[in-house]
């Protein structure tokens, strides 16, 4: 069965800091891999995607992940969050149903 | 065009009450997904359609959901006899076909059973 573990619940950071949020997962398959961020009231939007090819992923809003198969792993960084990356992100596996994390909320202190 | 749309926005039900849920997908989007997402939790999948087809149901929780799209483009997820526990956010999705194709969310239905 897949499932994906994001061990932080909430990481605060200050604005201008780099930002690494963690995304393990278990799949029996070549993953499909996704981050998705929801703002409050708002739909999911997704940052970015992985299937194959390079392992560094790019995304919108200058975010990147890096699939590492050996740590099962698809971390998300990006090198200096704005206050209005606040928000909550989920990681996602699957190939037609998505199975996701349980999110890591996201604070920016000024 | 438009995005994923979902009417209502929100909902109460009273304990016992049908409820019904709409969702729109993207225009000539084959597939559509339905999600639970409880208070502080991730999106659990419900299930999923292929132009009229529901190819998955695995995560309807129980025999009061049921979810249908008739002509494969708008769905409705029907929850019959709601109870407390059916208090979630249901998410709609849908995606233009094929493996691993991003799913385009709307923002949900807050459903409040009293």
């Known amino acids: 069965a897949q499932s994906v573990t994001q061990p932080d619940i909430h990481i605060t950071v200050s604005e201008g800091a780099s930002l690494e949020l963690r995304c393990n997962y278990s799949y029996g398959a070549t993953p499909y891999l996704f981050w998705y961020v929801q703002s409050p009231g708002q739909g999911l939007q997704l940052l970015l995607k992985?299937?194959?090819?390079?392992?560094l992923v790019q995304g919108i809003k200058g975010f990147e992940a890096e699939f590492k198969r050996s740590q099962s792993s698809f971390n998300l960084r990006k090198p200096s969050v704005h206050w209005s990356d606040a928000a909550e992100y989920f990681c996602a596996v699957g190939e037609e149903k998505l199975t996701f994390g349980t999110g890591t909320r996201l604070t920016i202190i000024p | 065009g438009a995005g994923v749309s979902q009417s209502p926005r929100y909902k109460v039900a009273k304990r016992g009450q049908d409820v019904a849920l709409r969702c729109d997908p993207i225009s000539g989007h084959v597939s559509l997904f339905w999600y639970q997402q409880a208070l502080g939790q991730g999106p659990e999948f419900l299930t999923y359609f292929q132009n009229e087809a529901q190819l998955d149901k695995s995560g309807l929780p129980s025999d009061r959901f049921f979810a249908e799209r008739p002509e494969g483009s708008v769905s409705t997820l029907k929850i019959q006899r709601t109870q407390q526990e059916d208090s979630a956010v249901y998410l709609c999705?849908?995606?233009?076909?094929?493996?691993?194709?991003?799913?385009?969310f709307g923002p949900g239905t807050r459903l409040t059973v009293l």
């Open positions: 992985y299937f194959s090819g390079d392992t």
């Open positions: 999705a849908s995606s233009s076909a094929g493996l691993g194709d991003t799913q385009y």
